[in-house]
């Protein structure tokens, strides 16, 4: 995915991408990594998991706050004044299609194949979909990089950059979901420090 992280923190990275095309999500944002780090084995994401940051919980406030997949940039409040229920559709759709068609649409809405020797600025493409960085992506890997480079600027940044870094976002889902899993960023901030870092 990028130059500027290690293939462990690429991973995550390429993890973050994956999980929002399996959300049926138009963008990859700090959310993902989060969700991407929250199953990681490395010490960072077993940090996050004993805060309780699990990936069900992560994953059910991504789409709760987003209102998840194909129809999470739609306005409820309009539809539903209009008559539309938007989780009928949902279920509807599903019960018919099955659980994973509004997922497959929006992927598909997302896939175009790549222009030879053309590549995007801002975001990935995973299994012939590129998704757009969203709120909070740039801001992490920004971080993250910034944290690799000033204490070498010869390495890439590591897992422990990117957790940090994802945990510095201020625009996007990140804040609310630290907030709604009762979760303090400095404080989970220091927690991972500490658990990378042990005193000796």
Known sequence: MTRHLTQDANAIAEQACQQAIRLGQPYFGGEHFLLALSAASHPAGAVLREHGLTPGRVEAEIVRLSGGGLFGDLDRGALAAVGVDVDAVRAATEATFGRE???????????????????????????????????????????????????????????????????????????????????????LSTAILDRCHPAS
């Open 101 to 187: 068609a509004l997922t497959s649409a929006a992927a598909a809405a997302h896939r175009k194949p790549p222009r030879s020797g053309l590549r995007p600025r801002s975001g990935g493409w995973r299994d012939g979909v590129f998704l757009p960085h969203g709120p909070g992506a740039e801001q992490a890997l920004t971080s993250a990089t910034r944290r690799a480079q000033a204490r070498d600027a010869t390495q890439p940044a590591d897992v422990e950059d990117l957790a940090l870094g994802i945990l510095t976002v201020s625009e996007g889902l990140v804040p609310p979901i630290l907030s709604a899993l009762g979760v303090c960023g400095p404080a």
